[in-house]
């Protein structure tokens, strides 16, 4: 694999060519060479105006469906979704039908997407069904290179959270445990005016930010590396930086749409805002935004959850939860550029969650292996049918005309473009 990307801008906090204009030549899967004049190349050239290049964004948590769901969403067009969403790794959870409890789930999915340019971690399941109090076979998982195990959309228990979490340190696995639960929300949004105004069954933050300090407790008493994922009120990221500051190994994330909704979109019932956690007050989404800021959010996930119609077109109260995201996500990702500087943003999706699962993580610099997520932000766009990656189309941009997109993946010795 020998291309040239011609004019792209970099945008990476760790390279010595951050913000600068280059020229990029990689060969066999490495930058071969930067340069700030042309590369003469007789290969494959790209020129990249108006694009720019950061190190590959990674996903902690998506949710691609297959095996036992495939009417909402497949690993072929699960994938085809992340190269939109400009993610070169992407976190499975294992929700799915078998559940992923074993080495053969775990073998499914890898031969699935073995191809794609995009790599994947399947997570294992924490235990051998959610209401399971029996944990998997952790070792034998973990010996076949699984290093992430979460419940999915289903929290544990402190019990076998301190037990997972006692593997977790002797092993130097991933303990990922999800705000809150599925089965906790029998409401369907956050509690408050809006709730109360439209008269909605509604659940209140206590139910988030007292089962992370709960897990944090346990965290405390057992060791090991807990990653909480989708926070979404400004309690838990209170209670989240207390215990940074003690020096707890704990790590965190924000799915990309809280950042950008609250709970006063739900107004008009648009059943595309009904997601779980639910949307909260501006005052939280200010605190998240303030928690990445700070560093107490590590990360920003899709939490691409994607629904069938029927799902979906129905009233809210039954309406399924989740949103697509990884379609739309670099779009999503640069509206927030007025509030927080792009470079930071881009380390919330490449090198925090490379930490994170413990991923290679070269900055862009000559000698180093190229993984690359190639942008053009002001590429417009319509976001529906004939561009939808996905099965599902439950998201409120559907059919609306949006700015940035994907438009090239370089991972090593494997690329797509898409100029």
């Keep these: 694999m020998d ?35 042309k590369i003469d190349f007789s290969g494959q050239v790209f020129n990249c105006k108006d694009c720019f290049a950061s190190l590959g964004w990674v996903d902690l948590w998506a949710d691609f469906c297959e095996p036992g769901f495939e009417e909402k969403e497949d690993i072929s067009t699960g994938l085809k979704s992340a190269f939109t969403g400009g993610m070169t790794h992407i976190g499975l959870i294992p929700d799915t039908n078998p559940l992923r409890n074993n080495t053969g789930q775990i073998d499914f999915v890898r031969s699935k997407s073995s191809d794609s340019v995009t790599d994947v971690s399947p997570y294992s399941l924490i235990t051998k069904n959610p209401e399971s109090r029996d944990l998997v076979d952790l070792y034998d998982i973990h010996n076949y290179g699984v290093r992430v195990f979460s419940n999915g959309y289903h929290r544990i228990s402190s019990d076998v ?6 593997y977790s340190a002797s092993r130097d696995t991933l303990i990922i445990q999800r705000a809150v639960s599925d089965l906790d929300l029998q409401a369907s949004m956050h509690e408050g005016y809006i ?25 405390e008493y057992a060791g090991g590396h807990l990653h909480i994922s989708q926070v979404s009120c400004k309690e838990s990221i209170l209670k989240i930086r207390r215990a940074k500051d003690k020096g707890l190994n704990i790590t965190c994330d924000v799915s990309i749409a809280h950042l950008l909704y609250v709970d006063e979109h739900l107004v008009d019932f648009d059943t595309n805002f009904k997601v779980s956690p639910p949307f909260r007050t501006e005052e939280d989404r200010q605190a998240l935004i303030d928690g990445l800021k700070d560093d107490t959010i590590d990360a920003i996930v899709s939490a691409h959850r994607p629904q069938d119609v029927e799902s979906k077109l129905t009233d809210f109260q039954q309406a399924s939860f989740g949103m697509i995201t990884l379609p739309i996500f670099p779009s999503m990702l640069l509206s927030l550029s007025d509030v927080l500087d792009i470079s930071k943003l881009i380390e919330k999706v490449s090198y925090n969650p490379r930490s994170i699962l413990k991923l290679e993580s070269n900055s862009i610099k000559e000698r180093e292996k190229a993984v690359l997520t190639i942008i053009n932000p002001k590429l417009e766009w319509e976001f529906g049918l ?29 690329y797509e473009m898409q100029f």
């Design 161 to 166: 959270l301190n037990k997972a979490l006692l």
């Design 386 to 414: 004939s561009s939808n990656p996905s099965k599902s189309s439950n998201s409120p941009y559907f059919n609306k005309s949006i700015k940035g997109k994907a438009v090239g993946l370089v991972n090593g010795s494997k």
């Design 3 to 37: 291309i040239l990307l011609e004019s792209i801008k970099i945008i990476d906090s760790k390279s010595p060519y951050h913000n600068e204009t280059v020229n990029l030549l990689i060969q066999d899967g490495f930058i071969k060479e930067i340069s700030r004049k």
């Design 195 to 219: 709730s109360t105004t439209l008269g909605m069954k509604s659940q209140p933050s206590l139910n988030e930010y007292s089962k992370v300090e709960s897990d944090i407790s346990t965290l």
